[in-house]
């Protein structure tokens, strides 16, 4: 069985910090202005650590203090361990102020943060922005990361949650397949390639519609574990994808996707901003946070007006 440690015996820091200057400055009433202090508060510090050591740190003359044998012996390491804490501390001050680190998942972070992320950059360049993906509800108080970007219903402990967009589903593809299948009406998927069938919310899709007969046995098309994967085999011709429009909103914009039919359904989770509580008042959350909302309120508004002039069908929130 291991033996627990011993806890450090460590002297009072204060007087450690006031033995440092003085052993540098070799005087009580430099090491006092430099410290803020006066001289005697300097002298008391002192006396609190020569009374720690049991030993005399310093020869008091007329106008200066030289080092004993005992305080030499102290002054080096002392010096060097407050260096390499303000070192250390200013290494960590200056990457929390300069380096902006977001958490998304891996879709959202491809198809929608990431082509928007250079006009963050170019307004604010004195950041140094990260972007990590990952699938899980990021821990704010054990992970490396600023602020996340997370698809679910909202409402988590201990975090600030803004909604950047709902989220709708709706069938995706190219112009090209369209017209091929001469698709028009909602019916008219019964019997077109589906990208992932089995996916539940195609049947949510068809039962929203009234249409009761779709089901997904013996339809051989792929099935793909992400949306950006469905929506890049839809960009190839494969099938119809049913995705989220508000993720893919630059593809159809540019004329490579577009709405199969003019139907979507309206999900329950939507897409969040989510950063500490506590740290709402730092400026790079406060500009981030105020950029991706001004980024999702003007694709929301973008989308709603390609989506009409498509005649599309959109769920109000």
């Not at 609190?48 to 305080?71: I, K, M, N, Y």
């Not at 994808?241 to 004329?255: H, M, N, S, T, V």
């Amino acid at each position: 069985m291991p033996v627990p440690s011993s806890p450090l015996k460590l002297p009072p820091l204060a007087a450690v910090r006031v033995f440092e200057a003085a052993a540098r400055h070799q005087n009580f009433t430099r090491a006092a202005d430099e410290l803020g202090m006066t001289q005697a508060a300097v002298s008391y510090q002192i006396r609190l650590l020569e009374d720690r050591v049991g030993a005399a740190l310093f020869v008091r003359q007329p106008r200066q203090v030289v080092l004993t044998p005992l305080g030499q012996r102290l002054a080096g390491p002392v010096t060097k361990a407050l260096r390499d804490i303000g070192t250390v501390f200013g290494e960590i001050c200056e990457e929390n102020q300069t380096v902006l680190t977001i958490s998304a998942l891996q879709t959202v972070a491809i198809t929608w943060l990431s082509p928007r992320l250079a006009r963050f950059q170019v307004e604010n360049p004195q950041f140094d922005v990260r972007v990590r993906t990952s699938q899980h509800l990021v821990d704010f108080a054990t992970e490396a990361v600023d602020m996340a970007v997370r698809y679910g219903p909202g409402g988590w402990p201990g975090v600030t949650a803004e909604k950047l967009f709902d989220c709708h589903y709706a069938p995706l593809c190219t112009p090209e397949l369209r017209e091929r299948l001469g698709l028009r009406e909602p019916a008219d998927l019964l019997n077109a390639p589906l990208l992932s069938p089995g996916d539940t919310k195609w049947r949510t899709w068809f039962a929203d519609l009234g249409i009761d007969s779709w089901s997904p046995a013996g339809r051989t098309t792929m099935t793909l574990d992400m949306q950006a994967m469905s929506i890049q085999a839809a960009l190839q011709g494969h099938g119809v994808a049913l995705a989220a429009p508000e993720l893919f909103a630059y593809d159809i914009a540019a004329g490579r996707l577009t709405f199969a039919v003019g139907h979507a359904i309206r999900s329950d989770w939507a897409y969040w901003v989510v950063y500490p509580q506590e740290r709402q008042r730092e400026r790079k959350i406060r500009l981030f946070r105020d950029w991706i909302l001004a980024e999702a309120e003007a694709a929301r508004m973008t989308l709603a007006r390609m989506a009409g002039s498509r005649g599309m069908t959109v769920p109000a929130p």
